[in-house]
Each structure stands twice: as C-alpha cells, then as structure tokens.
C-alpha cells in the first residue's frame, strides 16, 4: 500500500511540472477552456472551430501568415505543432503486474492548419500506444464550401464514427467499444478507414453525412484496400435549441473477401445527445448482422447478429469553466458469437491541474466477468 501511495504522488509530482500551450491556445492567444470543457472533450465553440477547418471567420490573427504576394499561396508562419502524453499507473486484480506502470502510454504529435480559407488539413502520428510504435491515425484534407454550397469534403484516413464523436476526445480511458468491436473474422467496423466524406448541414439545423470507404481497416500495413467491395456510410441528425438536443441514426453496408466466401455486414441504429450547462448525455444504439463472418464456404456460412450499446454522461458541477468532471460510461456488446460479448461500467473523476494538464482517475467493472480495473494518470497536451 504504501509502495502504491508513493507512485500515486509521484504523478502528481510529475504533473505540476509538465504544463505547457496547445497549438491553437499559442495561435488565437486563447485559453484551452474556449474549445475543450475539459481536454479533450470540446465545446459546442470547439467543434465549430473543428468544422471551420481550425479558424475563427474574421479574427485569423495577420501575424499568424506570411504575406508572400502570391494570392493562390497561403504558408503559415509556425508549422503548428502539439504533443500529447498520457502516463497511467494501473492496477487490475486478476494480472500477476500488480501495480503496472504505464507511461508513456500514449505520446503522440499533432498538426492543423490552414492551406487556404476553405482548405485545411489534419494528422496525428502516434509514436507510442501500449508501449510499441502505431503510426499514422488521423490525416485527411478537409475542404469546405466546394461548388459554393454548404458542402464538405474529407479525403484520407479517419475514424467512420467521427461524425457522432471522434473517439480521440472521449475523457476516458475505456474506449468506445460500439465502434471497435469486430465480428468473427471480419475487419470491417466503425473505427479506422480510408475513405471519403460528404456532409452539409441545411438552415434548420439537420446534417447529412455519406461515406464511401475501404471497408477494411488500417491495421494492415501497405496494404489499402484487400478486395474488390467498397463500403457505405450514411448518417441523418437534427438538432434542437440551439444544438442543445441532437438525434440521429447512422446506416451502414459493405462487403469483404472474396466471391464465394464473402461476408456482408450492415448497420443500423440511433444515437442522441443531450448538451446542458452542467451536464451532457450521449446514448448510442447499433445493430450489426454479418452473414459469413467466418468467411467459410457459402453452404457452411453462419450468419451472426449483434446489438452494441453506449452511454455516456459527463457531469461538471462548476460549469465548464470548473475544474472537476466526473464520468460514467456504459460499454455493451452482446452477440450470438458470444466470444465478443462485453458488458462493462466505468468511473472517472478528473481534475485539471492545468487547463492542458488532467488528473484522471477511473474505475471500470467488469459486470459479466473478473476483468476490473483502477487506474490514476495524468494527460497533458503541449
């Protein structure tokens, strides 16, 4: 006990030294609380700024370009660049580590930026993730306004479900499992593509989001696309009170292997989101069928249905302008492949030391097994 109590205030130790000025905050001159309540988790403003390709319309600050007297040239000034490094120290009874030391757990560089007022572009490489090289996640071109509409445009490697919630900004260390989990043998799921996007948005606050991709992952190093089949990605969401209330349902259909062993796999499900001062809810519900997962022969085939479910609630009792967040997520898969199945509940409470340095501290339980975990680390963005 006192071996664990000395390693717990050697984090806090290490985080009072480890605060420094995201990208954005160091360009704009802003606080890293006008987008993220707390980091990474944006803003109603954050996610506007994310959308308007990381510029604020009418406040771009002159210093932060060069005027070369080229107007098809837009360089910026300082190539914008934020580190980001969690460190964790973990503690799950039924591992033979007990504590384990998980630092760096994550360390990762990032980059945004403008090419010109309706291009931009975004990339992260993760250097480390579970202690072995990951490479590159995120890195698309994104342009807006194409042909003088309300139209964007993605192009390049992304996570599908980031039209709902970009994974990366979850304030847990639990991931969202309703976009990861994989049937039997098949690579296709809601995380990870390569692809293009489309989406706008109407006056009276609904959004229309299509996806053509890959339909394999990324895990698969040099190799793109393994088939012939592309996959395709819709979503529909309203808004309500100023964006307060969002309601949406997402569709999903594709196809991998190879003619004669394929596996068809749809989507198809709805998510809320409810926004308040000091509360937000996000509920999530899919529904995936694939009918040869095992990609066996097609007299042998064994179609599998699964129901994937996410809550999430983030309570801030000071606002968003506090400094404690409290977490509780829900994670179910339940599946007639029962291998997959996963049902489990977390807790986490953080604490900014920093605006860009978090204390975090989670509990996840393991409700249909002996798989808990506790864990207490520090994230921080540079």
């Not at 985080?15 to 360009?27: G, L, M, Y």
């Not at 307060?244 to 394929?262: C, D, S």
């Amino acid at each position: 006990m006192k071996k664990l109590l000395f390693l717990i205030i050697c984090v806090l130790i290490l985080a009072q030294f480890s605060a420094a000025i995201p990208v954005f905050a160091r360009k704009y001159g802003y606080s890293c609380s006008v987008c993220h309540a707390p980091v990474p988790h944006l803003k109603a403003f954050g996610e506007e700024f994310m959308d308007n390709g990381y510029r604020i319309p009418d406040k771009e600050p002159p210093r932060a370009t060069i005027d070369t007297g080229d107007p098809i040239l837009l360089l910026q000034r300082e190539l914008p660049l934020a580190f980001r490094i969690d460190g964790y120290l973990n503690y799950e009874p039924e591992s033979s580590i007990k504590p384990d030391i998980k630092s760096p757990f994550v360390m990762k560089i990032l980059s945004g930026g403008n090419i010109s007022s309706s291009i931009s572009y975004y990339s992260y490489f993760l250097f480390t993730e579970e202690g072995k090289v990951a490479g590159l996640e995120d890195t698309y071109l994104s342009f807006r306004n194409v042909f003088g509409l309300p139209l964007s445009i993605i192009f390049g490697q992304y996570r599908i479900s980031d039209p709902i919630k970009p994974s990366e900004l979850r304030l847990t260390f639990e991931e969202y499992l309703i976009y990861k989990f994989r049937v039997g043998l098949s690579e296709i799921s809601l995380s990870y593509d390569r692809g293009i996007m489309g989406s706008f948005s109407t006056k009276s606050q609904t959004d229309f989001v299509f996806q053509l991709v890959n339909g394999n992952g990324i895990d698969t190093p040099e190799i793109f696309d393994k088939d012939k089949y592309k996959s395709f990605f819709w979503r529909v969401a309203q808004s309500f009170s100023k964006k307060k209330i969002r309601i949406g349902v997402l569709g999903y259909h594709g196809k991998e292997g190879e003619e004669g062993t394929a596996n068809s796999v749809s989507y198809i499900g709805p998510d809320l989101r409810i926004r308040l001062p000091k509360v937000e809810l996000m509920l999530e519900y899919v529904h995936r069928r694939d009918d040869n997962p095992m990609f066996a022969e097609q007299a042998l085939a064994q179609k599998q249905k699964t129901d994937a479910y996410l809550g999430e609630l983030i309570f801030s009792p000071y606002g968003e302008g506090g400094r404690l967040f409290f977490i509780l997520a829900y994670n179910r898969v339940k599946s007639s492949l029962r291998e997959i199945n996963y049902q489990k509940a977390t807790l986490n409470i953080s604490y900014l030391l920093r605006r860009n340095l978090k204390w975090m501290n989670e509990c996840t339980l393991d409700i249909d097994g002996k798989d808990h975990r506790f864990l207490t680390g520090i994230v921080v963005g540079i």
